[in-house]
């Protein structure tokens, strides 16, 4: 059969969690929590589907969870969406991203992505007809390049997708590179499909800036989020889109016919459930004594890092140890040290090998130092 994405394969996501699991290892390679999530949540939708919440919900979502997320948005980001016509409720920020880009993506228009990127950018732009055109961050920190970010766009620039807190680095991106976009894109119609899965993973005090929260850029963006990602049910496949009226009306074009529209106990929980705003404003704290914990023992380790910003991942270089290729690193340690990474040359177009791992620090305390543990004996 005549492939439409040839060069695509199976995600390293799920190669690396059946490497895990086929060996016994500590999974620390897919992003997902290895604990449970509140009580209260899971309670809330076992009362909506008791209570027969069990049927098709608005296309959009239901509006309690629309209202809810734009008081959320307000309360973090100091703008209020309108839940009518600008929030649409959709089965994880995977669909977001690649609904908001058939929502603009034409045939021969060329799309920026920053690299290194999360994988599901590239076949949403090339299943729609685009272009990816990767410009690399900054090799330091992962700060945007705008030097470089600038000589990529040309006449047929259509979008950019966007990553903050950025997977796998963790950059968060602060303010006066907000600025800096808003000034590269002005006067051209060029969208900004805003990755914002990690927005309540932040650290040492460090605060996401949406991209929606800079008013000029509110206007030319689809902000993606994730639900599942915030609340600990990753297995939900729950997020949400906000976007202009104009793009929403595109947005849900798309929407209405890949999924229709998404799971409605999980919808009627959250909505209840985003009441307690502290129930996300306490999800920096929380996560921020894992990734303590697990650089402090990384700091025992012979790996070399620089702190995670943001995100549940930290990245760590191994070059200095070794010159075997990332992937093969990656596969040795899941069998021999019993400890599952992902090799960072995955979110490369060209798969370049910086010699870079990365691990997720989402797990439970004993897991994070019974792997610690572990890592000590890689040499
Ligand atoms: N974007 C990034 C950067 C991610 O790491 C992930 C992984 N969950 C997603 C999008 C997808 O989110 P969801 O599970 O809500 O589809
Ligand atoms: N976003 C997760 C990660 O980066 C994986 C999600 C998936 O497997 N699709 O690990």
Redesign the pocket.
């Given at each position: 059969m005549h492939s439409k994405l040839p060069h695509i394969g199976t995600?390293i996501?799920?190669v690396m969690?059946k490497l895990a699991e086929d060996e016994g290892a500590i999974n620390l390679?897919?992003?997902?929590p290895g604990f449970g999530a509140d009580s209260e949540l899971l309670e809330l939708v076992g009362k909506y589907t008791l209570k027969g919440y069990n049927q098709y919900p608005p296309m959009a979502g239901i509006l309690g969870l629309r209202l809810k997320l734009a008081e959320k948005t307000q309360l973090t980001q100091g703008y209020f969406p309108d839940p009518e016509r600008e929030v649409t409720i959709v089965s994880g920020a995977?669909e977001a991203l690649f609904a908001a880009a058939s929502a603009v993506v034409r045939k021969g228009d060329e799309v920026i992505v920053l690299e290194p990127a999360?994988d599901?950018y590239e076949p949403a732009i090339t299943l729609n007809g685009g272009k990816p055109i990767y410009v690399p961050l900054n090799e330091q920190d992962f700060s945007p390049d705008w030097e470089r970010i600038k000589k990529a766009i040309t006449d047929k620039t259509r979008a950019i997708f966007v990553n903050s807190p950025h997977?796998?680095s963790g950059y968060v991106w602060t303010k006066s590179d907000l600025d800096e976009l808003a000034q590269v894109i002005r006067g051209r119609e060029i969208f900004v499909i805003s990755d914002e899965?990690y927005e309540h993973i932040t650290f040492d005090g460090k605060k996401h800036h949406s991209i929606g929260y800079h008013p000029e850029l509110r206007e030319k963006t689809f902000v993606c989020g994730s639900f599942g990602k915030t609340f600990h049910v990753?297995g939900w496949k729950i997020g949400y889109c906000i976007a202009p009226p104009e793009m929403t009306t595109e947005f849900r074009k798309i929407h209405q016919y890949l999924t229709f529209t998404t799971v409605t106990p999980m919808q009627y929980a959250l909505a209840e459930y985003l009441e307690k705003p502290d129930r996300y404003l306490s999800i920096p704290d929380f996560y921020q004594k894992k990734r303590d914990l697990f650089n402090s023992g990384l700091s025992q380790t012979d790996f070399q890092f620089r702190s995670s910003a943001g995100s549940f991942?930290q990245l760590v270089n191994y070059g200095h140890l070794s010159k075997m290729p990332d992937r093969e690193l990656a596969t040795r340690m899941t069998k021999e040290l019993k400890v599952a990474c992902?090799p960072v040359s995955v979110f490369y177009s060209d798969k370049k090998d910086n010699q870079v791992l990365r691990f997720?620090f989402a797990k439970e305390e004993s897991e994070l130092l019974e792997a610690l543990d572990r890592l000590k004996d890689l040499n």
């Open positions: 995600t996501f799920t969690s390679s897919q992003g997902f995977t999360y599901s997977n796998p899965v990753t991942f992902i997720c």
